[in-house]
């Protein structure tokens, strides 16, 4: 990936991990495609509580918590609590302390990293859009994760990336559907959508 800024000196930082700012990472390319919609309605896809229930069939209600990291980058972390005393549930526990870890970090407003995992092993991944011509979206998707020591830790990076390679795209495949034939009429938002009007927002607000 190469990031160009059109000016001449680069006067903001290149998009981060918010927790890897620092440190080496490991990074497999996954898939580059156009879209037949606007760059914008990819951007909202992963905060759009709604869709996550009925095109991706999860099981709970998500909701989001806002912070914003600088002026250009907010973040929407996942807070619904853990509840439910079922086996299942139980299990899920011991891979998360809280809630379920599901984040959103947006940058300039046409970049996302959706950070995903158990606590002990977080995998990011990266969306970055541009409008392309007709007015469609170019996308360029990249999972990251924290390097590891060793051959061990090399072996385990790739195979996880290479798993979550797989898992992405069958997510991708129900947004596709959908994100071509959107149509937002956002007339009595309610609760859930606001994580969507926050990000506009502040995409608003922000510097170009
Ligand atoms: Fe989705």
Redesign the pocket.
């Known amino acids: 990936m190469i990031w160009v800024w059109t000016g001449e000196i680069p006067q903001q930082p290149l998009p981060f991990v918010p927790t890897l700012e620092q440190k080496e990472c490991d990074v497999a390319i996954h898939s580059h495609f156009v879209m037949n919609c606007h760059p914008n309605v990819v951007m909202i896809?992963?905060i759009?509580a709604q869709?996550?229930n009925t095109?991706?069939q999860l099981p709970i209600e998500v909701f989001f918590e806002r912070q914003e990291l600088n002026e250009n980058a907010i973040i929407f972390t996942n807070t619904t609590p853990i509840k439910d005393n079922s086996s299942f549930i139980k299990i899920i526990r011991l891979f998360y302390k809280n809630a379920i870890t599901y984040s959103i970090c947006y940058w300039y407003g046409s970049i996302s990293i959706a950070t995903l995992g158990p606590d002990f092993f977080h995998v990011h991944t990266m969306l970055a859009v541009r409008l392309h011509e007709g007015g469609k979206a170019e996308g360029q998707i990249l999972l990251i994760t924290k390097k590891r020591k060793g051959i061990f830790g090399w072996l385990c990076n790739r195979i996880v990336l290479w798993l979550t390679k797989i898992a992405g795209k069958f997510?991708f495949m129900?947004?596709i559907k959908v994100l071509q034939t959107i149509q937002f009429d956002l007339k009595t938002p309610i609760k859930v959508d606001q994580p969507i009007m926050q990000f506009i927002n502040h995409v608003e607000n922000s510097n170009p």
Request: hydrophobic share 30%; no cysteine.
């Open positions: 896809n992963p759009d869709h996550l095109v991706h997510f129900g947004d």
